[in-house]
């Protein structure tokens, strides 16, 4: 982002440069879909992202680019608070899912109480990224996966309108077979018999299969981009793709299909948002004590 003391001039060549990146960014989805991009565009591309790349590097010359996390540091510092961040994975407090988010917590500047960012209680190898070094010789449980979700649901109730695959086309269910659990399409492209050859454009998320003994990538928001379920030829359903990321199995969510897919896919795990809402609790525990031993103390002075 542009700090505050970037001249109006500059903003202004930023915004115009921007808008062209995002119409471009639509030119060149479409001609995905259509699985030709003709050579000018291309080049048309190369322009744009080298003119980015000068803009960008003048900014930072400058001075005028900061990153987005500097900036509400400085938003929060300047009105008096204390800000600290971490980063979180879902799966270290017990979703299916290692879904990554940026956590930042900002504290009123008279409160001398600092946040403490609760503690994971799930780890393996794979999930070490962003753990605080201390925490790397705790003990914990195992995450938990895919298949552990999966088994919670209750498959014979055709009630819930949440666990009703997708009618996915023949030629797609086909493609499904190629995906071998815990890998995507890309790296099976090959394989695929001529009939059922795609654009190497192919959206990411349906062409990859989950793996049940892991926990699950980040799910992305849109029914179309929900993953293939680690041994059925199909995507995730709702219901499949809320008991990954953490949702109680009689959650019920409301909207098209579609909008029930982004409901799940833009959530905070539920894990995460528990763990975290303990933490304010503890802090505002504190807090009150010491409120509680302060105004007992002038009490007893007056």
Known sequence: VLSLDTPLEVKEEVDLLWKELENFKGL??????????????????????????????????????????????AMYERIGYHVSHKV????????????????????????????????????DESLMRNLDKALKVEKYKKPNTVNSALALINYDNEDDIDNKPMNHAPKTVERFKYIPEGENIAKNIDKLPEHLKISKFYSRGSTMRLHGD????????????????????????????????????DYRFFGSHTK???????????????????????????????????????????
């Not at 270290?92 to 994971?120: M, N, Q």
């Not at 926990?215 to 219901?239: D, E, Q, Y």
Request: proline share 7%; net charge positive.
């Open 88 to 123: 979180l994975n879902a799966a270290w407090y017990g979703s299916s899912t290692k879904r990554e988010r940026i956590i930042i917590v900002a504290v009123r500047g008279d409160i001398k109480i600092g946040f403490k960012f609760p503690k994971p209680m799930y780890m």
């Open 28 to 73: 060149k989805a479409k001609l995905r879909k259509e699985n030709y991009i003709p050579q000018e565009v291309e080049e048309q591309g190369k322009a744009l992202r080298k003119k980015k790349e000068t803009i960008l590097k003048d900014l930072e010359n400058k001075g005028y680019f900061v990153s987005v996390l500097e900036d509400i540091y």
């Open 214 to 249: 892991k926990p699950s990538p980040t799910l992305v928001p849109g029914h179309s981009n929900f993953p293939v379920h680690p041994k059925a030829h199909r995507s995730i359903s709702v219901r499949e793709a809320a008991m990954i990321t953490g949702f109680p199995l």
């Open 260 to 302: 029930r897919c982004e409901h799940v896919g833009n959530a905070v795990p539920p894990q995460l948002a528990s763990a975290l809402a303990k933490s304010c609790i503890e802090l505002l525990k504190k807090y009150d004590a010491l409120e509680k031993r302060e105004n007992g103390v002038l009490s007893k002075s007056a």
